[in-house]
């Protein structure tokens, strides 16, 4: 399975490329990952159908939004496996743009997930996205990483 990360707004910030880059080499142990970053739009629908045209018909979206469920890291963990089982070939998370997406990436998204009640940039979303997606994997190979 692979895991892509599409992502509105800048690529770029030293402050937290190190770090991030960090876990997307630990996760490449276990899947391939890639991000994809889009430009920002100060028009929310066509910000989202930018992202709709980098979705395929066969991928599995999780749409990281407010609004979304919140679940526990081990829960997380358990979508993943859940997904590999599935023979998913491609788990797709989109971290939409500083007003959100529009109804028809949310229709698309098969699941919607909530980080926290708390609104972080998109840098510290990215980073906290590839540290959950790392601990995912060292759960499901119970690896010393996660503690519980």
Request: glycine letters at 4%; zero cysteines; a positive charge.
């Amino acid at each position: 399975m692979k895991i892509t990360i599409i992502s509105v707004g800048k690529e770029n910030e030293k402050e937290y490329d190190g770090v991030i880059k960090m876990f997307e080499t630990r996760i490449l142990r276990y899947a391939p990952i890639s991000f994809l970053f889009l430009n920002h739009d100060v028009n929310k629908d066509k910000e989202s159908e930018k992202i709709l045209e980098k979705i395929k018909k066969e991928d599995y979206v999780i749409l990281l939004d407010e609004k979304g469920s919140v679940m526990k890291s081990e829960e997380f963990a358990m979508m993943v496996e859940n997904r590999m089982i599935d023979s998913v070939r491609n788990l797709v998370f989109i971290i939409g743009g500083a007003y959100g997406v529009n109804e028809k990436v949310k229709e698309r998204a098969n699941y919607i997930l909530k980080l926290s009640s708390f609104v972080f940039p998109h840098m510290l979303v990215r980073l906290i996205l590839t540290e959950q997606i790392y601990r995912a994997f060292t759960i499901l190979k119970g690896e010393k990483y996660h503690h519980q």
